[in-house]
């Protein structure tokens, strides 16, 4: 058997769970062999190397020591390069249609994660209203393409594949945030994407629980396994387990929790 290619990963990382969607969609969860990267410790030399100085992940490497970064360049690849259905559309033209809605992801997430790590409450409602009129853009797409259905096409592909991990994220903002989504009918289409692609049996890697705690850290604006001010251990630690870990205090502009009250010493 050829040698498998090696993906370098955060765990609960929305990004790497795009590809760990895609491998159970192919049927080939075994194909890549993942390794996890402790964020919170200085990167590895040896693998600092490889990404060419770069740290964001997820990383693969391929068997003959080809690097592919970036989680959608990943993603494209992966599903030419392995066997088991193409997850993405076959047709030139849905391909670009479903690459279009791809395409609106990046400022989809960065919205979301701006209000999570937003410290100043008078800038809240900016950033609601920012969030909520990409929600609107993602509806009248899903609506013109799709008006009838729940998926862009007939069934769960590329495009929920990119969108699922974030959604869920998002459940971050319903905690933190008091966010949701408005029960208007503006709203009607993309809500019906979101359940289904929230309760698709391919993307249940992370649940509400473990992202709520674990995404503490970045209510309080402290990214990328970053230690809020008198903290000694990170929301992302893996010990003790998010399960034996209280639920943090919603208020995150009160006053922040200490390591104690959040179940890591
Ligand atoms: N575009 C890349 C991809 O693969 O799609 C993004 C990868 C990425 O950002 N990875 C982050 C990482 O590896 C972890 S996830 N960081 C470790 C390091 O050393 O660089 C996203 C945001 C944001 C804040 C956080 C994140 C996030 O905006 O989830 O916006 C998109 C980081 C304030």
Same mark, same amino acid.
């Given at each position: 058997?050829?040698?498998k290619?090696?993906?370098y990963?955060?765990p ?5 769970q ?10 080939q969860r ?6 996890v ?10 693998l600092?190397?490889?990404?060419r100085?770069t ?13 592919i970064?970036e989680?959608?360049v990943i993603?494209?690849y992966?599903d ?11 047709d ?6 479903e ?6 992801e990046?400022?989809?997430?960065t919205?979301?994660y701006? =209000?999570?790590?937003n410290?100043? %409450?008078?800038?809240r409602?900016?950033?609601?209203? $920012? &969030?909520?009129a990409?929600y !609107?853009?993602?509806?009248d797409?899903l609506?013109f393409?799709?008006?009838?259905g729940v998926?862009?096409?007939?069934d ?5 594949t990119?969108?699922?991990p974030?959604f869920?994220?998002f459940w971050?903002?319903?905690y ?6 408005p ?8 809500s019906v994407?979101?359940?289904?692609c =929230?309760?698709h049996p391919?993307? %249940?890697?992370?649940g509400?629980?473990?992202?709520v $705690? &674990?995404?503490?850290?970045? !209510? ?6 970053a ?34 009250a959040?179940?890591l010493?």
């Amino acid at each position: 058997m050829m040698e498998k290619p090696t993906v370098y990963h955060i765990p609960v990382c929305p990004f790497s769970q795009r590809l760990e969607i895609l491998l159970e969609l192919k049927g080939q969860r075994d194909a890549v062999s993942f390794q996890v990267v402790d964020i919170t410790r200085p990167r590895d030399p040896e693998l600092l190397e490889k990404t060419r100085g770069t740290t964001a992940l997820p990383v693969l490497e391929t068997p003959e020591g080809r690097i592919i970064k970036e989680s959608l360049v990943i993603l494209n690849y992966l599903d030419e390069a392995l066997p088991g259905p193409l997850l993405r559309r076959s047709d030139p033209l849905e391909h670009a249609v479903e690459n279009m809605l791809v395409g609106k992801e990046g400022s989809f997430t960065t919205a979301g994660y701006l =209000l999570v790590m937003n410290q100043v %409450q008078k800038q809240r409602g900016k950033m609601t209203d $920012k &969030l909520i009129a990409l929600y !609107a853009e993602l509806d009248d797409f899903l609506r013109f393409h799709n008006p009838h259905g729940v998926f862009l096409f007939e069934d769960f592909g590329l495009a929920e594949t990119v969108f699922t991990p974030i959604f869920m994220r998002f459940w971050f903002l319903e905690y933190y945030e008091a966010f949701e989504l408005p029960r208007r009918a503006e709203f009607d289409r993309v809500s019906v994407w979101r359940e289904a692609c =929230l309760n698709h049996p391919a993307a %249940q890697q992370v649940g509400r629980e473990e992202i709520v $705690k &674990l995404y503490y850290d970045y !209510a309080l604006g402290a990214g990328n396994g970053a230690l809020p001010e008198g903290r000694s251990r990170s929301s992302f630690a893996f010990e003790p387990h998010w399960r034996e870990r209280p639920w943090p205090p919603k208020e995150k502009y009160g006053k922040p929790a200490s390591d104690e009250a959040l179940g890591l010493v």
